[in-house]
C-alpha cells in the first residue's frame, strides 16, 4: 500500500469503496513549519465517469486496484446481456443493457476500439476509444 505522497497520474487506487483513476495531483505545501504537505487529486469514478476531487495527507495509506483494460469486440446479445470477446484471448465479458446504456447507442456490430475496464478480473465498465463522426 502507497503513501498518497507515492501516488502518480494514471494510477488506479480503490477509496471509499470506489475504483478511481487518478488523472491530475498538486501538491499543496502549507507556509507553516509544521504543517503537513496535502495531496490534492483529481479522480474518476471507472465504473461511471463521475469527477470525485479528494485531498490526502503526505502519509495517508491508499490501495492501488487490481485495474486492467482489455481490447474487445462485440459479440452477441442474450436476452439483456450484452457479451463482449476479448481481442487476445477471446475471454467473453458479460454486461447488463442498463449497466452499459450510455455505450450502447454507439455500439454496433462493427464498432472497433472498444475496451473493457476491469478490475480484479471482473468487468466494470466500457470505453469507446474511436468513434466514427460524420
Not at 443493457?97 to 462493427?110: G, N, Q, R, S, V
Request: aromatic residues 10%.
Amino acid at each position: 500500500m502507497p503513501k498518497a505522497s507515492e501516488i502518480k497520474k494514471n494510477a488506479v487506487i480503490e477509496y471509499n469503496g470506489k475504483v478511481l483513476a487518478v488523472k491530475d495531483i498538486s501538491k499543496l505545501t502549507p507556509s507553516g513549519r509544521a504543517g503537513n504537505s496535502l495531496y490534492r487529486m483529481r479522480l474518476y469514478d471507472v465504473a461511471t465517469g463521475a469527477k470525485v476531487d479528494e485531498s490526502f495527507k503526505a502519509d495517508d495509506m491508499l490501495n492501488l486496484a487490481d485495474f486492467s483494460r482489455h481490447a474487445a469486440d462485440f459479440s452477441y446479445i442474450d436476452g439483456d446481456e450484452y457479451i463482449f470477446m476479448d481481442c487476445e484471448d477471446y475471454t467473453p465479458y458479460h454486461f447488463n443493457k442498463e449497466d452499459i446504456a450510455e455505450e450502447l447507442m454507439f455500439i454496433t456490430e462493427e464498432t472497433k476500439g472498444i475496451q473493457v475496464l476491469a478490475v480484479s478480473g471482473k468487468p466494470v465498465a466500457l470505453e469507446l476509444l474511436h468513434l466514427l463522426t460524420w
